[in-house]
């Protein structure tokens, strides 16, 4: 049985998810030119956080983003994104989910800037680095703690707990509220 998340099985979106299809191409595109450019490519549009701290290639905090280090990381990035993606888009917003999602990245590429600003190594694909805990992650669990998956077995659904990330959701659920960010 896989457990690769395909889609949720508890919700469908009221409407086509444009922002993550967006995405999803965006990010398909950018991992061509990369493919085509190579490693100059790579170095011209990664941040670096030494040149950030410069003042230098400040669109590389969101170029960078896009950018994927292999086929492994940007199939899983595009897999995730296509299966959490448009309940969470569906759930915020169009408008609303595009900023959370950049937002998310640039706020991954400025704790990266941060933790190491004299680093010359370019980054890139701060939305699933493993040390940058962010929002969209958070999204990711809250989604997980209040659906069913499709993934070739079937999860029963999280009662009364909440969501795992904050209390206002948790105490809202366990007095038979809903959860203010679904």
Not at 27 to 33: E, G, K, P, R
Not at 83 to 106: H, K, Q, T
């Amino acid at each position: 049985m896989s457990m690769i998340p395909l889609a949720d099985a508890s919700r469908q979106p009221k409407r086509f998810p444009v922002v993550t299809a967006a995405i999803i191409l965006l990010n398909a595109i950018i991992f061509l030119f990369e493919l085509l450019g190579g490693e100059p490519f790579v170095k011209q549009w990664s941040v670096i956080p030494a040149d950030i701290v410069s003042g230098q290639h400040w669109v590389t905090i969101i170029s960078a983003m896009f950018m994927h280090g292999g086929w492994m990381h940007i199939i899983g990035n595009m897999v995730f994104l296509k299966a959490f993606g448009p309940e969470i888009e569906d759930a915020m917003g169009r408008l609303r989910f595009l900023a959370f999602y950049l937002l998310s990245g640039v706020a991954a590429s400025l704790a990266q800037i941060v933790a190491m600003p004299n680093s010359t190594v370019p980054n890139l694909g701060r939305h699933i680095h493993p040390h940058n805990v962010h929002s969209r992650r958070a999204a990711d669990w809250i989604l997980v703690s209040h659906s069913n998956f499709q993934s070739g077995r079937r999860r029963g659904k999280r009662t009364g707990g909440g969501c795992r990330l904050c209390g206002s959701c948790r105490r809202l659920h366990l007095r038979g509220g809903f959860c203010p960010v679904l």
